[in-house]
């Protein structure tokens, strides 16, 4: 049974078109993962699924509830982890977490008790009765997943948990995710890092543009690719001209699906080939035109080969040209005045 159905929602913005018919089911008891790069959806569709935001059109269903209709049971059933909060700077966390524990109706003595519990979990203990207004991002985060799990939700969701935090923080938030998904809590969260996912989820989907263009788990998702991907240099850095000749020699080769010339790293080549076997007539292909290799590895696919045979671009691409069209529109604006 699915835990979130979403079905064909649209979400504009005025003219920006957020979400095109985004489709997607998070299997109860799953670890489940959106990855996406920025601009791709994400924050919209978690808003829509914790009823903070209508779609213009198509069915929310979360915890077997008509989430378009049943706003306040389906927030009774999850816990929020927004991307960015503002908590408040004057009181102190623990504080901020008792407000919180109120707004749910839990007991006092229940209240308290989890508040104890959920400090210790997340090694806040040192900094709980300070002021919010000194935490590092953190501790806010911190203090926010502990508000999104003090009434035990059996549905967490949670945007971007660890955007931009020390390595200590991300991975207690992850052992605990991992600990929650154990216990039986499914977990919904958003990424645009590839090894959040890698690292987290046993169920994730892929959002583009407002769409969900792949689904599954991370390991069928890889496997349905197939195909070994190498990397070639034939010296540490080539150039256009000798890296487009080495790949038209390694086209002719039975067994190699794709040459693709990378400019970045130095001109080097990156292959996608049916198998191993395939190296050994690289290696004779390129000794036969007198070349040698500086240097060769092979992997199997990655999240990144998924994402990038999805969509046509790397993730890295996916964020640059967003950059890129940021810098654009103000150009322009700028141009304008
Ligand atoms: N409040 C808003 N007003 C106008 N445009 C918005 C608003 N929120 C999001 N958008 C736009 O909608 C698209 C999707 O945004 P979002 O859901 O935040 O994506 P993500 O969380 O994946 O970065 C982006 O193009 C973003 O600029
Ligand atoms: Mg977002």
Same mark, same amino acid.
């Given at each position: 049974? #699915?835990?979130?159905?979403?079905?064909?929602?649209?979400?504009?913005?005025?003219?920006?078109?957020?979400?095109?018919?985004?489709?997607?089911?998070? #299997?109860?008891?799953?670890?489940?993962?959106?990855?996406? $790069?920025?601009?791709?959806?994400?924050?919209?569709?978690? +808003?829509?699924?914790?009823?903070?935001?209508? $779609?213009?059109?198509?069915?929310? %269903?979360?915890?077997?509830?008509? =989430?378009?209709?049943?706003? +306040?049971?389906?927030?009774?059933?999850?816990?929020?982890?927004?991307?960015?909060?503002?908590?408040?700077?004057?009181?102190?966390? +623990?504080?901020?977490?008792?407000?919180?524990?109120?707004?749910?109706?839990?007991? $006092?003595?229940?209240?308290?008790?989890?508040?104890?519990?959920?400090?210790?979990?997340? *090694?806040?203990?040192?900094?709980?009765?300070?002021?919010?207004?000194?935490?590092?991002?953190?501790?806010?985060?911190?203090?926010?997943?502990?508000?999104?799990?003090?009434?035990?939700?059996?549905?967490?969701?949670?945007?971007? !948990?660890?955007?931009?935090?020390?390595?200590?923080?991300?991975?207690?938030?992850?052992?605990?995710?991992?600990?929650?998904?154990?216990?039986?809590?499914?977990?919904?969260?958003?990424?645009?890092?590839? @090894?959040?996912?890698?690292?987290?989820?046993? %169920?994730?989907?892929?959002?583009?543009?407002?769409?969900?263009?792949?689904?599954?788990? !991370?390991?069928?998702?890889?496997?349905?690719?197939?195909?070994? +991907?190498?990397?070639?240099?034939?010296?540490?850095?080539?150039?256009?001209? @000798? =890296?487009?000749?080495?790949?038209?020699?390694?086209?002719?080769?039975?067994?190699?699906?794709?040459?693709?010339?990378?400019?970045?790293?130095?001109?080097?080549?990156?292959?996608? *080939?049916?198998?191993?076997?395939?190296?050994?007539?690289?290696?004779?292909?390129? =000794?036969?035109?007198?070349?040698?290799?500086?240097?060769?590895?092979?992997?199997? #696919?990655?999240?990144?080969?998924?994402?990038? %045979?999805?969509?046509?671009?790397?993730?890295?691409? =996916?964020?640059?040209?967003?950059?890129?069209?940021?810098?654009?529109?103000?150009?322009?604006?700028?141009?304008?005045?």
């Amino acid at each position: 049974m #699915p835990l979130i159905e979403l079905k064909e929602l649209e979400k504009s913005y005025g003219a920006v078109k957020a979400l095109r018919g985004l489709n997607l089911n998070v #299997p109860k008891g799953s670890l489940f993962g959106l990855l996406g $790069p920025n601009g791709s959806g994400k924050t919209t569709t978690l +808003r829509i699924i914790c009823t903070l935001l209508a $779609p213009d059109s198509g069915q929310v %269903q979360v915890v077997g509830l008509n =989430a378009l209709k049943k706003a +306040r049971e389906v927030r009774r059933a999850i816990g929020y982890v927004a991307q960015d909060v503002a908590i408040d700077k004057i009181l102190t966390g +623990r504080e901020l977490l008792k407000l919180q524990g109120d707004l749910y109706h839990l007991s $006092p003595v229940y209240r308290d008790q989890r508040i104890e519990e959920l400090i210790s979990r997340l *090694v806040m203990s040192d900094w709980i009765d300070r002021r919010c207004g000194s935490y590092s991002g953190g501790m806010r985060r911190r203090i926010d997943l502990a508000s999104g799990l003090l009434h035990q939700p059996q549905l967490l969701i949670l945007d971007e !948990p660890t955007v931009g935090l020390d390595i200590e923080s991300r991975s207690t938030i992850w052992q605990l995710l991992l600990e929650l998904k154990n216990k039986g809590t499914t977990i919904l969260l958003s990424s645009h890092y590839l @090894e959040e996912i890698e690292a987290l989820a046993d %169920q994730m989907a892929i959002i583009d543009e407002g769409r969900v263009i792949a689904e599954g788990s !991370p390991k069928n998702l890889k496997e349905k690719l197939g195909g070994d +991907r190498v990397t070639l240099r034939v010296r540490e850095f080539s150039d256009e001209n @000798e =890296a487009k000749k080495i790949s038209k020699l390694l086209e002719t080769i039975e067994g190699v699906r794709q040459v693709v010339i990378n400019q970045l790293q130095g001109f080097s080549l990156n292959l996608v *080939v049916d198998d191993e076997s395939v190296l050994k007539c690289i290696r004779e292909k390129l =000794a036969s035109a007198d070349l040698k290799i500086f240097a060769l590895s092979q992997s199997r #696919p990655s999240l990144d080969d998924v994402y990038l %045979q999805a969509t046509g671009r790397t993730l890295m691409d =996916a964020e640059l040209e967003l950059v890129g069209q940021r810098d654009m529109k103000l150009e322009s604006k700028n141009a304008m005045r």
